[in-house]
């Protein structure tokens, strides 16, 4: 079983629909990243969150450290959101541990 | 630098050769880490720097890896006899120090590496 596991895999939506990508880990951590990696394969990281809630524009990130639960929320989407989505958990060394991924598309 | 900077972007090389690539992190970031995705796959973590130190070498998939920072800047990952699942994107990237909020960690671009 990984360390982190993403849900879902792959997620389509409707241009202005509210998304939620979702992240559960088992390990204990000290801090916990979304990044975003467009077609191209550049890797943008969005939010690191260790407690609470973090909002940039339209991207929401929670986390729950007890229940170990991470979401992204993207609202109002638009097709320049499509992307690969992904967790990624920081354990003791920095080592980063990474899900495999939500491949998002937004349809105009 | 402005970014995390890697060279070559792009890299095809014959089976049995060895390939040396490089990583510029964000100047002042003391925390480098190489990553690799190969095709359709998610990413793999390989090594961790901290400084010019090596804490974790844990993901290197075998010992035809190596990498070595100096200076506590540039990186270079080498891998010797290339096999062709080698054959991926090698990610380079850094953040300002250890486990602090805060610490954003930074990509680079990206070497994509192809053994023929």
């Known amino acids: 079983k990984n360390e982190v596991e993403q849900s879902p895999q792959n997620l389509t939506a409707q241009e202005g629909e509210f998304i939620t990508i979702n992240c559960s880990y088992s390990?204990?951590?000290?801090?916990l990243h979304w990044l975003q990696q467009h077609p191209g394969g550049g890797i943008v990281s969005l939010f690191m969150?260790?407690?609470g809630k973090k909002k940039h524009g339209r991207l929401i990130a929670t986390i729950n450290i007890q229940e170990k639960h991470s979401s992204l929320h993207i609202t109002a989407s638009h097709p320049r959101d499509s992307a690969v989505y992904i967790c990624?958990?920081?354990?003791?060394?920095?080592?980063?541990?990474f899900g495999t991924g939500t491949r998002l598309q937004v349809f105009p | 630098g402005a970014g995390v900077s890697q060279s070559p972007s792009n890299k095809v090389t014959e089976k049995g050769k060895d390939v040396e690539l490089r990583c510029d992190p964000i100047?002042?970031?003391?925390?480098l880490y190489w990553y690799r995705q190969s095709l359709g796959q998610g990413l793999e973590f390989l090594i961790y720097f901290q400084g010019n130190s090596a804490p974790d070498k844990s993901g290197l998939p075998s010992d035809r890896f190596s990498a070595e920072r100096t200076g506590g800047s540039v990186s270079t990952l080498t891998i010797q006899r290339t096999q062709q699942e080698d054959s991926a994107v090698y990610l380079c990237?850094?953040?300002?120090?250890?486990?602090?909020?805060?610490?954003?960690?930074?990509f680079g671009e990206g070497s994509w590496l192809t053994v023929v």
């Open positions: 969150l260790s407690s």
């Open positions: 990624a958990v920081r354990r003791g060394t920095d080592k980063l541990i």
């Open positions: 990237a850094s953040s300002a120090g250890q486990g602090r909020e805060g610490n954003t960690i930074y």
């Open positions: 390990v204990g951590i000290s801090a």
């Open positions: 100047s002042g970031h003391t925390a």
